[in-house]
Structure formats: C-alpha cells, structure tokens
C-alpha cells in the first residue's frame, strides 16, 4: 500500500511539474508576441521574408538569395543579414555592433526555432 501511495504521488508530482513548466512556456509566448510593438500584419510579413529567405537558403540558391536580401533592403530601406546559428553572418551580409550581444542574450533565455532573420 506504502510504495503503491509513493509512486502516484510521484507521478503526480512529475505530472504536475510537467505541466507547469508547459504553461509557463505558453505564457511566456504568448506575452512576447501580444507585447511587440509590431503590428500583427507587419509581423506576417516578416514571417513571410524569412520563410521565403529560408527556402532559398535550403534549396542552395545563393544567388537567388543575394539578390532577395538586395530587394528588401531597398524596398524596406533597412540592413538585412543571415546569421548561423552561433551568429556568424553569411552570404557577405554584417551585424551591427549591438545584434549579435542583443541576440546571444535572448538566445539564452528562450531557444528560438530556427529561423533566417
């Protein structure tokens, strides 16, 4: 009866532990993506850019690629870089001095998905 109470309390235990840690991460996610103060259609089309920078990545069109990061940097009038994921642009692309202090900083709070921008 004793070691039958013990393993569901420990299951329990575990289960709940489990679950709290879930909803913290939900939470978590949830709060940063309503607090950004990046309108909803602006973000969408961030999300677009990358996924389309991503497929040309993927698919080794380099070229390609190049030529996509030119045309959002002057449609956008902004500097685009794709990083590694230890933060080492590529395709001749730079960071600014800050980004990659900035970026290592909420690498290490949250892992991120893999992502190009």
């Avoid at 939900?26 to 309108?39: A, H, N, R």
């Amino acid at each position: 009866m004793r070691n039958s109470l013990f393993w569901r309390l420990s299951a329990s235990i575990a289960i709940a532990t489990v679950a709290l840690f879930s909803l913290i991460n939900y939470l978590i996610d949830v709060t940063e993506w309503q607090m950004s103060f990046i309108k909803s259609e602006h973000q969408a089309e961030l999300i677009n850019y990358a996924q389309q920078a991503e497929q040309l990545y993927l698919n080794n069109e380099t070229q390609a690629l190049k030529d996509f990061l030119q045309q959002i940097q002057s449609k956008e009038n902004t500097w685009v870089a794709i990083v590694e994921s230890n933060l080492n642009p590529i395709l001749n692309t730079h960071l600014q001095r800050a980004v990659p202090r900035l970026l290592s900083t909420r690498a290490r709070c949250r892992v991120e998905s893999a992502s190009l921008f």
